[in-house]
């Protein structure tokens, strides 16, 4: 996987497919996934889901993509603020990314810088009846992002995000902005 | 107070001809449901009657009873005209049929021209009906309805034109007698090109399927009378299968001879089996095939059935002329 | 005095006034559904018309939103999988067969060989009523009445054989982490024995009804162009990308359950129009068929029981990680991607719909034709409206 | 030749329009294949492997009651919540047996109190609610839930998907024990399913 060979990745990791579905995890800042997506897109992959994950680290943007012409699933994986969760779109490079990235707005009011069109898509859309984002986590539920997944094989890996696996709480989410 | 003999007759004939199309439009859609069970394997109307035979008068009935209601920003006039408009011109069509020797309502030399004229009034009442109930598919129900059915006219008047130049009339009642009564004496062998176009333009002209476009369900809802309820709708109704009669009935007449029978059997026994074979024929082809779309409907008219039609007029005449 | 309202004050809902603001002057805007015969439920599609012709279109859902997920994040395991026959009701054991994947995959559990043929078996079948539903109300929008009919006598059969193991007929709930709910009977296997020579026998009759017909070819011929590239743009799977000459099938290409075992083929077509969509399913039917035989044979060599031993209790704990598992459902790619903190409760589901990403090419591909040909690229898509709202 | 390549193509179009019209023709033709309901019932095959709504299994050697020994797995593990079980009390000592007990309490013994029945007193079903996923049925550690063949259940009120399993368990027996000297076996299974629905 040399795709994102000169790009600034955070993480590099082989995950086991046979275990999780995914072939490699990368983790990206989320001024460079507009790049890394467009590598991807120049590379034949399309994307299957897009999700958003809220975590006591932050929210977590989750992209699958997987390609036509070979098993193996890239997951690329952002983390933003969970408060003002902020990422820009990729809906110009695939256009399916659009309703994807609307209803992660939806679920869990995550806001796509430069989404032309980032109106309610599956709950109510008129302004007196939109309703707060059902899928934010109570403080309670909530948990950090070493308690739901694992680094895996790391290949190159920035201290930041290896801080948030490590056993000790990381002290805050590193990737802001 | 006297009444003028030929005035009576025609009130009678009146009366009759109301009956004859109620009755008639009962049959049909017992006819069209049954055989559209059959040929989907089941049944049918069933419960009401036995094998549900008043399931379409018990239909009518629940049809008078229920509201009548208007849309918001309908035109209350033409709203409620419409239906009446797309029902009376029918009754005429059906004086000038003759149904047998004895039994036509008003026999007249230009029947045809008649029919043809009053049955032009539909279009009418089609594009008053969309336009006036502010719906959107009502409006475009409506203009799909007037291009087909002004479309489609044209080949149907060239198929008859062809018929009156081989008879020189225009007079049902000559036309038949102008046949004999053997499948090989009627007009249907000598004009096999004016008959096929006839029923492909009858079937358009009756927006019924795989032509019903004004009303396609799947892509309109119900096209021009999507807002009509109650009777409202149920005129449209009556008056879409009593326009099927009608141009079975001219079929039958201008092409398998009519009321004539052999052995000087004629009468109405004749006339009505080939005015309802035609009809199981359109039942029939409604219930195969696909609807086509607006662009090939025309396409099929102005590319096809026209072309043909022209040709065959023109050939008509040359061999009315050459022998 | 006028009877007409106000144009400023009709106004519409939040969509149509949205829709509305791009409008070029003296186009048509037409709300296709929500309630509409041709939309299989209430999927609204906002058209903006010139004449019959579709400048814009948008599609506008979610009036089956049912939240799914948000379930999935209240329910134990185990509890969750009911819902997995209701998200899809036209192929619900590709989304059973993706739930339990994702969890057997996170979990690490073990599905004996006899359980996967089974799988095999119902899923195929279930994709034989999928595609069969699909093809009658898809005729059905075209404007003809019967084929429905002929289809859901066939459908009828089907559905009589999976409720043997199923229990029920629309919304199964079979599969279980670590197998299915109920093994195979012999009147089962004869019975699914009759039942694909019955259907050999029925498809020529439906190609001979409909496919060969000349008004439906002309009628779906040619329109809703999906190329190569807007799949990958889309993202869009299934029937939609084989219609696009692309051989992308999940059975084939990332084998799931024991699939690398059968001979089969992709059906593919390089139209990418509707007709070409409308050809992959007919073909896959037949090629279901195939499947269905060898699975049959396979069955009674198959070891181990249909449900492994000490299978989860559905308020069972799963260890924490994620697992993302995805199957060839009969609209395309059923992905699931579960995410587990370790307790009995799941932390994030997350439904991957094929019809979703299907649909969402149908604005770029409708743009310029008739409204009718709308209607028949909307049916070609194969439109699971509950799917796709979840 | 394109020209006359075009026409053969047209005359196989216009063919096809009549094959369409051969198949339906030949369906027409052909008995009806729906089944007519209250003069018809579907075949017994498919009735017998219906799932309808769930039920209780009694035991094989008293009909009346069911094998249930109220564990309550079935509503911890029902999805839907559709189940409610109210355990069986442990019945009221008698006087003598509560006087037996003082006198053991005074002696320091250990008191022997009388045990609840290992059955429910009240076995609640909502079949509105259920959907019929068959959890309860897998879970059920003595196998006393199972679905019903029931499959012409129908109710104009949603009080009537409620159901008492007990008291539909008894009804079921008592039509059995009256059915019985009349009818065979298998038939008077299938007469007391209809006669519940």
Redesign the interface.
């Known amino acids: 996987m040399k795709l994102f060979d000169n790009l600034p990745i955070e993480c590099k990791a082989r995950a086991d497919y046979e275990k999780t579905g995914q072939e490699w995890v990368f983790f990206f800042k989320p001024g460079v996934l507009r790049k890394a997506v467009q590598r991807l897109y120049k590379d034949g992959w399309f994307l299957e889901d897009l999700l958003a994950l809220d975590t006591t680290d932050g929210m977590l943007l989750v992209y699958h993509f997987d390609k036509m012409s070979r098993p193996g699933r890239v997951t690329l994986k952002v983390l933003t603020s969970g408060t003002e969760p902020k990422i820009p779109t990729i809906s110009d490079i695939y256009q399916g990314a659009d309703w994807h990235e609307r209803e992660v707005y939806d679920f869990h009011g995550v806001v796509f810088e430069g989404h032309p069109n980032l109106i309610p898509l599956l709950l109510p859309a008129e302004e007196d009846q939109r309703i707060e984002p059902p899928l934010l986590k109570t403080d309670k539920k909530r948990t950090g992002l070493k308690n739901l997944m694992s680094l895996y094989e790391t290949e190159v890996c920035s201290a930041a995000v290896e801080a948030l696996f490590t056993e000790e709480p990381a002290e805050e989410a590193p990737a802001e902005g | 107070m006297s009444i003028h003999p030929q005035l009576l007759h025609l009130i009678i004939a009146l009366i009759a001809v109301m009956a004859w199309v109620g009755l008639n439009a009962l049959v049909l859609v017992y006819f069209e449901r049954k055989g559209a069970g059959f040929i989907q394997r089941r049944p049918g109307p069933f419960e009401v009657g036995p094998q549900g035979i008043i399931q379409p008068l018990v239909d009518g009935i629940k049809l008078m009873c229920k509201q009548l209601v208007m849309p918001t920003g309908a035109d209350p006039v033409l709203f409620w005209t419409a239906p009446l408009l797309s029902m009376t011109p029918v009754l005429l069509l059906f004086l000038v049929l003759p149904y047998g020797p004895w039994l036509t309502g008003m026999q007249i030399d230009l029947g045809i021209l008649l029919i043809l004229a009053f049955a032009g009034i539909n279009v009418l009442a089609l594009l008053i009906a969309g336009w006036s109930s502010n719906n959107k598919y009502g409006l475009l129900g409506a203009a799909r309805a007037v291009a087909q059915s002004v479309a489609y006219e044209i080949p149907l008047l060239l198929a008859v034109l062809a018929v009156a130049f081989t008879t020189g009339t225009l007079d049902f009642v000559k036309i038949t007698e102008g046949q004999g009564p053997w499948p090989w004496q009627w007009n249907m062998v000598y004009q096999p090109l004016a008959f096929i176009i006839f029923i492909i333009s009858a079937v358009g002209e009756c927006n019924r399927a795989p032509f019903d476009l004004p009303e396609a369900e799947s892509e309109l809802t119900a096209g021009f009378h999507t807002e009509f309820s109650s009777m409202g709708f149920g005129l449209f109704f009556m008056a879409e299968y009593s326009y099927m009669v009608v141009v079975a009935s001219v079929a039958s007449t201008l092409f398998l001879g009519g009321y004539q029978g052999p052995f000087g059997s004629d009468g109405w026994w004749w006339y009505l089996p080939k005015v309802y074979a035609i009809l199981m024929f359109m039942i029939w082809i409604r219930w195969t095939y696909p609807r086509v779309t607006f662009v090939q409907l025309l396409n099929i008219n102005w590319k096809w059935l026209l072309p043909l039609g022209t040709v065959n007029l023109l050939a008509t005449a040359f061999f009315m002329k050459l022998f | 005095m006028t009877r007409y309202p106000d144009p400023k004050q009709v106004g519409g809902d939040f969509y149509s006034r949205n829709f509305a603001k791009n409008a070029r002057p003296d186009t048509l805007i037409l709300n296709l559904g929500p309630q509409h015969p041709s939309t299989h439920g209430v999927l609204r599609v906002l058209l903006e018309l010139d004449g019959e012709y579709i400048l814009r279109a948008e599609p506008v859902f979610g009036y089956l939103h049912r939240m799914h997920e948000k379930m999935g994040e209240t329910k134990a395991w185990g509890q969750f999988m009911p819902n997995m026959g209701r998200v899809d009701y036209g192929h619900p054991l590709s989304w059973n067969w993706a739930y339990c994947g994702a969890v057997e995959k996170l979990a690490g559990i073990e599905v004996p060989e006899r359980a996967e043929v089974i799988r095999v078996i119902t899923h195929e079948m279930n994709r034989l009523t999928s595609h069969l539903l699909w093809w009658g109300a898809y005729i059905l929008d075209l404007g003809a009445f019967t084929p429905i009919m002929y289809a859901f006598d066939d459908r009828e059969h089907l559905l009589d054989l999976l409720q043997r193991p199923t229990a029920s007929r629309l919304t199964y709930s079979y599969f279980r982490f670590g197998g299915v709910s109920k093994d195979l009977d012999e009147k089962f296997v004869e019975g699914t024995k009759a039942f694909i020579a019955r259907f050999r026998q029925r498809l020529p009759m439906y190609k001979d009804l409909v496919t060969d017909n000349i008004i439906l070819r002309k009628r779906v011929e040619d329109i809703g162009i999906i190329d190569q590239d807007m799949v990958t743009r889309y993202g869009a799977t299934g029937p939609v990308a084989r219609g696009a000459g692309l051989a992308y099938d999940l059975r084939v290409s990332e084998p799931f359950g024991v699939y690398d075992r059968f001979d089969f083929k992709v059906p593919t077509q390089t139209t990418c129009c509707s007709m070409g969509r409308y050809l992959v399913r007919m073909e896959e039917m037949e090629q279901s068929c195939r499947i269905i035989e060898q699975a049959l044979e396979q069955l009674p060599g198959a070891e181990g029981p249909h449900l492994v031993k000490g299978a989860p209790k559905p308020q069972a704990k799963m260890p924490a990680g994620e697992a993302y598992f995805a199957v060839e459902g009969g609209r395309g790619k059923v992905g699931v991607y579960v995410v587990s903190d370790g307790s009995k409760i799941p932390y994030r589901v997350k439904l991957r719909a094929p019809g979703f990403s299907n649909l969402s090419c149908f604005a770029e591909a409708c743009q310029g034709m008739l409204l009718a040909d709308a209607v028949a690229v909307l049916g070609s898509l194969d439109l699971i409206i509950p799917e796709i709202d979840r | 030749m394109s020209a006359v390549k075009d026409i053969f193509q047209s005359v196989k ?2 063919w ?2 009549f ?7 030949k ?2 033709m ?5 089944v ?1 309901y209250p003069r018809e019932t579907v ?1 017994e ?2 009735e017998q ?3 309808g709504h769930v039920e209780l299994v009694p035991k094989p050697k008293n009909p009346l009651k069911p094998k249930c020994i109220g564990c309550m797995m079935c509503v ?5 919540g559709c189940l409610t079980v109210v355990k069986a009390k442990a019945p009221k000592p008698t006087p003598e047996e509560e006087q037996a007990m003082k006198e053991a309490e005074a002696r320091g013994e250990k008191v022997k109190k009388p045990k609840a029945p290992k059955e429910p007193a009240k076995f609640m079903y909502d079949y509105s609610l259920c ?5 309860c049925i ?2 059920c550690p003595v196998g006393s839930l199972r ?1 019903s063949n029931n499959i012409y259940f129908v109710g104009t009120s949603r009080k009537e998907f409620k159901l008492d399993l007990l008291q539909r368990l008894q009804r079921q027996a008592e039509n059995t024990a009256k059915a019985a000297p009349e009818a065979s076996e298998p038939e008077q299974a299938a007469e007391t399913a209809k006669s519940e629905a």
Do not use: A, I, K, M
């Open positions: 179009d216009l096809s329009l094959v369409g019209l051969r198949v339906t023709g369906y027409f052909q008995p009806t294949l729906t007519h075949d095959d498919v492997t219906y799932g911890t593990n029902c999805p839907s959907s019929l996923c068959g959890t897998e879970n679905y």
